[in-house]
């Protein structure tokens, strides 16, 4: 049982830094409750029946859509072109789910991001399409990648300004993470069988060794070998939420009881704590990403989302 507590930050991969590894779908992670259908592609209006009299105005077929988010029109056309870039990767067997939830989410955040007045100038947008073709190798094999991944230099320009923006809008989401926060120093260990646990439990309560036990019985490869010791971690870092709030509600050398999760039992161990210990760069990112992710599920829980649409 592999890594059972350390969390491993998962950053939110924007639009076009998962399409420059030549795959357009969006970041990995899925949100609840979103799972379309295959968009309805919208029928063509029949032309007009010609008359000896006036000939009436022509009606306009409707662009065909793949959603709305908000009222705000996805094109079938966009939906196709992501799915295809996914598929072009081979990396994920669920492309179209992806696809419409990368446009979805491009969606939100652009309308958040209007509604918080940020912006990306042209000046900004030139910096970093620059340093993408040079980073691909020179604006002849960059304009070769962008045919082979579905893209005019026009789109890619426009994902690209979306792509930023977003980047800035991510920004100021997290900006109250800081530099420091409470942190902990704790040992936990694990087992599947409750009778095992609080035997174990006994023998800490009698000054048996944390670490011996912990290298001996716990399931969790990570830190088994360290004794149990997790080092220092901030609150959201823990993958087991009981043991995370069991370890905050200790003092410096106290034990708790047996803690039940998911994964089984579990026996905690605080060794020292700070109020304000600066956080390593792995905390702190993943600390960003879900603050990021809570703010984004949110928005995507109070949009409107159309899909299919019809005509």
Known sequence: MPRVYNRRSTLTLLVLG???AACGGPSPT???GLTPAPPTV???TPAPT???TAAPAPTETPEPLAARVDGRPIRLADYQAEVGRCQAAQAFPDCPERALRSLIEQAVTAQAAQAAGLSVGDAELDAELDRITRSRGGAEAFAAWLEANGYTAEAFRAALRQDLLRARLADQVTAAIGETAEQVHAQALLVRDE???RDLLAQLQAGADFATLALAHSLDLSSRVAGGDLGWFPRGW?????VEQAAFALQPGE???VIQSALGFHIVRVLERDPARPLSPAAQRALREQTWQAWLDARL???VIETPVGP
């Open 50 to 52: 010609a008359t000896a």
């Open 195 to 197: 009778a095992l646990a």
């Open 301 to 303: 829980a109070q949009a």
């Open 42 to 44: 919208a029928a063509p």
């Open 30 to 32: 899925a949100a609840p």
């Open 255 to 257: 034990t708790s009881a």
């Open 18 to 20: 998962l399409a420059l």
């Open 238 to 242: 823990l993958t087991v939420p009981e």
